[in-house]
C-alpha cells in the first residue's frame, strides 16, 4: 500500500495503481518526515509534489505563498513537466513563519488547472 500524506488527510491506495476516478490527477507533497509537520531553515528548500495515478503527463507549477506578516512576496515556481510522477521545485525562503505550498497540475501551460493541493511549511533559522 502506498500512503500518501496532504493536507486534506490520508488516501491509501496499492502502489502503482490506477485510482478508479478516471480522469483525476491526485497531488501530494513529500516529506522525508511525514511523522511531524514540514519545517525547513531559511534559505533553499526543494518541494516534492507527486503525482498520481503514476504515468500521467502533464506539468505542475508551485506558489510559495509568503506567511501575512512577512510583508515579502510570493515565490513561484514556473510550470515543470512531471518526470517519474514527481515536480521538484527549490524554494529560496526569505522570511520565517508558515508558508502556503500550493502545487496546481495541469495537462499543459496553456490549459486550465485541474487538480490543486496545498499544504504548510514551517520556516525558521
Known amino acids: 500500500m502506498l500512503f500518501v500524506a496532504c493536507s486534506i488527510g490520508f488516501v491509501a491506495i496499492p502502489a ?3 485510482l478508479t476516478i478516471q480522469n483525476s490527477v491526485v497531488l ?3 516529506f522525508s518526515d511525514n511523522s511531524v509537520p514540514a519545517s525547513a531553515s531559511n534559505g533553499t528548500f526543494n518541494v516534492i509534489a507527486d503525482v498520481l495515478p503514476e504515468h500521467t503527463g502533464g506539468v505542475v507549477r508551485m506558489v510559495a505563498i509568503a506567511p501575512a506578516a512577512a ?4 515565490i513561484v515556481c514556473s ?4 518526470q517519474q510522477s514527481q ?3 527549490g524554494f529560496n525562503f526569505s522570511a520565517d513563519g508558515v508558508w502556503q505550498i500550493r502545487a496546481e497540475y495541469s495537462t499543459d501551460t496553456k490549459s486550465t488547472v485541474s487538480s490543486v493541493s496545498v499544504t504548510a511549511l514551517r ?3
Do not use: I, K, T
Open 28 to 30: 501530494s507533497f513529500d
Open 123 to 125: 520556516v525558521s533559522n
Open 87 to 89: 515536480v521538484e521545485c
Open 71 to 74: 510583508n515579502q512576496p510570493n
Open 79 to 82: 510550470y515543470q513537466p512531471v
Open 16 to 18: 502503482g495503481a490506477d
